[in-house]
Nanobody
Framework: QIQLAESGGGLVQPGESLRLSCAAS????????IGWFRQAPGKQRETIAC????????FYKESAKGRFTISRDNAKNTVYLQLNNLQPDDTAVYYC??????????????????WGQGVQVTVSS
């Protein structure tokens, strides 16, 4: 069974950056696509970015394009989400989840989706 653990969250000011990490166990990450999601208070969980197992396909939520970058280091069994120019609207709990199916225009969860425990990102002045 896939187990995922996020880290790297925190409190930052508007315009600052964070890098979130998602470490996987129970699976070799180069066999699956993985995604980042977030849930803000009072809102539904939304897809932020996804990356295919071979890194050839990435998907981004429209508001994340140009600010966030998803990447993976299969040798470390870890996926990253670089968050730049953070804004208060980015405040949320961020989760990684796998497996997903992803192309440049879509990211969809697969049967048996596993979630990490989530990491808090707070953007406030």
């Amino acid at each position: 069974q896939i187990q995922l653990a996020e880290s790297g969250g925190g409190l930052v000011q508007p315009g600052e950056s964070l890098r979130l990490s998602c470490a996987a166990s129970g699976v070799t990450l180069d066999q699956i696509a993985i995604g980042w999601f977030r849930q803000a208070p009072g809102k539904q969980r939304e897809t932020i970015a996804c990356i295919s197992k071979d890194k050839t396909n990435t998907f981004y939520k429209e508001s994340a394009k140009g600010r966030f970058t998803i990447s993976r280091d299969n040798a470390k069994n870890t996926v990253y989400l670089q968050l730049n120019n953070l804004q208060p609207d980015d405040t949320a709990v961020y989760y990684c989840a796998a497996p997903v199916t992803t192309y440049s225009f879509i990211c969809a969860p697969e049967v048996g989706l596993s979630w990490g425990q989530g990491v808090q990102v707070t953007v406030s002045s």
